[in-house]
């Protein structure tokens, strides 16, 4: 079965710590995305990549980086930085391609910081 | 620069009642658009997209959208909904540019079916 997978589902951290969130794709695509997803606020975009070692910040990527070194796989990892961690975060996929361009999502992560 | 409104954040609805969730958009340039559905505690699973040709757009369980040029709206639709089409529903324009495609997302639409 092609798809997205996130891992892990729930993750706990202590305030002050980083911590990696991990997202695979075997559907082949070229693009990869980060969103936050906040009560209320939709779906803000934090990374993304077009190609393998190539990325871009998003609308929101103070207090976050990310790493693109294989095509299957774009972690991201959320630093003592960042001032609000705690949300629901969507990792996506696309061929990356022109008008129509289908972003596929992944199941999500839920980070809570206490 | 693009943005997306969705004019409720939450509309309730009984069973078996049509319903329509407005989304309005603002864009220069070419406009490609589309309705994503999220059911709690999942990601998102595209519902439809527009992208030139007939305005009205079919997608799946039965929900369809209608493109609006001059009024700048892409408002989804579903005759008779059903309890399991509760979830959250997100419209979003495509932007391109330098190459890269994003999508930008409205705030969503909560739509709540009641028996």
């Known amino acids: 079965d092609g798809g997205i997978t996130q891992s892990p589902k729930y993750l706990f951290r202590k305030e002050g710590q980083n911590v990696t969130l991990s997202c695979e794709q075997n559907l082949n695509h070229d693009a990869m995305y980060w969103y936050r997803q906040d009560p209320g606020q939709g779906l803000r975009l934090i990374y993304y990549s077009q190609i393998v070692n190539d990325f871009q910040k998003g609308d929101i990527a103070e207090g976050y980086s990310v790493s693109r070194e294989k095509k299957e796989s774009f972690p991201l990892t959320v630093t003592s930085a960042q001032k609000n961690p705690t949300a629901f975060y969507l990792c996506?996929?696309?061929w990356g391609q022109g008008a129509g361009d289908e972003q596929y999502f992944g199941p999500g992560t839920r980070l809570t910081v206490t | 620069a693009q943005s997306v409104t969705q004019l409720d954040s939450q509309v309730p609805v009984f069973e078996e009642a049509p319903v329509e969730l407005r989304c309005n958009y603002s864009?220069?340039?070419?406009?490609?658009l589309f309705w994503y559905v999220q059911y709690p505690n999942q990601g998102l699973q595209l519902l439809l997209k527009y992208l030139s040709g007939s305005t009205l757009v079919k997608g799946i369980n039965g929900f369809e959208a209608e493109f609006n040029k001059s009024q700048t709206s892409f408002h989804l639709r579903k005759p008779s909904v059903h309890i399991s089409d509760t979830a959250e529903y997100f419209c979003?324009?495509?932007?391109?540019?330098?190459?890269?495609?994003?999508?930008?997302f409205g705030a969503g639409t909560r739509l709540a079916v009641h028996p």
């Open positions: 979003a324009v495509q932007s391109i540019s330098g190459g890269y495609n994003k999508l930008i």
């Open positions: 996506a996929s696309s």
């Open positions: 864009s220069s340039v070419s406009v490609y």
